[in-house]
């Protein structure tokens, strides 16, 4: 297994030479041990390798009774054992260094600001759920959805960012828009997809544990993903949401590659999907293209798990069917009227290539 | 000039035979006045050159003393005159129509609105105009756009549309925002480059004509021109747009290439412009960047031209040097607080690749 040295005109094997080289460093104990005349004057480092005649006859003598003894005695095993031990606690740090950087990463920050104002419980509340991340379109994205949020009354508004602690420019304009909100920072852990997933995790954990502070007293609460850069028409809020009893499913515009995705309602149940992308899923629908009562996932441990077979890539599907529902649990909307409207589209902000290091911003703050 | 048709074993000149198929079709007088003797039995449509061999013959003859008398007489001259006359009405005609369509490209159709609450005169008015055109995420932009203007008090929203006629979606959004607007169908004429060039033109010259319906009473009003895929901070327009006195200026984000292109402001004064691209024009700003006291607007005739050399591409620098402004008129916005913030991004939404053909969309509005 160990390849041969080249060492002058002979050859020892190279775990000798990488031990003792090791050894050396620190106490060179053992290579001194073994020949006491000869401690002094060896060396195993690289250098010292330019030697007299004599000095290497007597460096080959030692090197070979060193071979012999290790053979009979258990010095070999020892050194052996000291070597891979070293490699162990190599291991071990590093693999310390990495789950700790992900503890760091799973550490959740949050805020939660009431407005002061008495919810009016005669309207059903509506938790908004918004995963977040540092780009640079990021304030401009969230700045046109805090103008339609504003909008609404009675609106709980989670922002989860994917950073270990919070933006303060995204708080500030939390703040401006006199909405009750919670921020929250959770970077995404090692396992999840970098697409929001963990930040919707750590919400919907956030509200079972805190529901108190989130519904402040509402009767009913319905609880919608809406990303940041989606848009949203105020009815959809108000005439499709609102109004969610258990699970509300709608058409979402500008999804998968095609101008509409919606779910196959005949005789106002749903029957299957008018989809392109993925037809099979149980609820194929886009994560803007459904809303559900609180209740449902107070009475449920589903989350956006690690890993979701089902859903081919979409976790969507996942939650629904991890939340115990049917497809005759979902409550269509916007399929009775003569002239349909569309109320979300699942728009996309251009991604430019902006160097900011390159950059000067004169005192403005960007991502 | 005349390439010679085959006909049967023997030739004659195509010029001929173009002039006897178009005038048989009608009158046939030119053939038939030639030799009455035949005139019964020469048709010169392309399906009776199947004929008996006499008849052939006979035709021939005619043929040859046709060409001798065409050559000796005015017959030749006039019907190569006749024949060009007929090239001439069919290019006559032909740019009669493009003209005809350019025309109605031109005809402007217009509504306005008001919402029927008194103003409060004691703020300045903002009168924005924003340009917009028919694709696939054009509602979703305008929705968002119309989710942030609704924020602003005395606004008045002017929409051109690029396009012969309005669309009834547009005008049933701006119907819901229940902002005062002016809904105007224009579409660009030959000569504009289709980047709403002309549409801004459009609603120059109609506020100039129809000031008193957009401004009612308002004593102060200024223009903004906003794109609708642009994203605005609404304290852009309460505390930038709504304090400019002749015009005032801001940094923008997301545009150029960079993320913030910004006039160099020195001691409260216009002094160059922080930007990449063009930086040598007077008015190196985007056309979010700037907004115009009306007043200033109504003492010029100044419009975006169908070409500007001076701006390279770029019409706000034209505008505001032919409103006969200088550097020195400039008030910049933003710029003395500690922490600077950008209010507007000239955001851009991805656009997909969808073919409504080939998608059934199921009863909604798509374009």
Chains 1, 2 share one sequence.
Not at 302 to 311: D, I, L, N, Y
Request: proline share 3%; glycine share 6%; with cysteine.
């Amino acid at each position: 297994m160990q390849s041969p040295v080249d060492l002058g005109s002979r050859t020892i094997p190279r775990a000798l030479v990488v031990l003792c080289t090791s050894e050396t460093s620190r106490s060179s104990s053992e290579c001194s041990n073994d020949d006491q005349r000869l401690s002094a004057s060896v060396s195993c480092s690289s250098s010292d390798f330019d030697l007299s005649i004599s000095f290497r006859e007597r460096y080959e003598l030692l090197m070979a009774r060193l071979l012999r003894r290790a053979r009979t005695t258990r010095i070999w095993r020892r050194t052996c054992f000291v070597f891979y031990l070293q490699i162990l606690i190599a291991l071990f740090t590093l693999i310390v260094v990495i789950q700790l950087s992900s503890s760091i990463g799973s550490r959740v920050i949050y805020t939660t600001v009431s407005n002061g104002v008495l919810n009016n419980n005669l309207l059903t509340q509506i938790i908004v759920i918004t995963p977040t991340y540092r780009r640079a379109s990021r304030l401009a994205d969230m700045t046109r959805m805090a103008n339609t949020l504003t909008h609404i009354e009675n609106l709980h508004w989670i922002v989860v960012e994917d950073n270990n602690s919070p933006v303060a420019a995204v708080e500030r304009l939390l703040n401006r828009t006199g909405l009750p909100y919670t921020y929250i920072a959770a970077k995404t852990v090692p396992g999840y997809p970098r697409r929001g997933w963990y930040q919707r995790t750590v919400a919907l954990q956030y509200l079972r544990n805190h529901t108190d502070e989130v519904t402040e007293g509402a009767d009913r609460s319905v609880v919608y993903f809406a990303d940041d850069d989606n848009s949203y028409d105020i009815r959809l809020f108000n005439d499709y949401i609102r109004n969610v009893r258990k699970v509300g499913i709608w058409a979402v515009g500008l999804v998968g590659g095609v101008l509409i995705e919606m779910p196959d309602v005949r005789n106002g149940t749903v029957v299957g999907w008018h989809v392109v992308w993925n037809k099979k899923r149980k609820f194929a629908t886009d994560m803007a293209g459904f809303a559900i009562a609180l209740d449902v996932i107070l009475n449920s441990t589903a989350v956006f798990g690690t890993s979701c077979k089902r859903g081919l890539g979409a976790p969507e599907t996942c939650l629904l069917e991890d939340l115990g529902l049917e497809r005759s649990d979902l409550e269509p909307f916007g399929f009775h009227q003569e002239h349909r409207e569309l109320l979300v589209w699942h728009t996309k902000t251009v991604k430019g290539t902006y160097n900011k290091r390159a950059q000067d911003t004169h005192g403005f703050f960007v991502e």
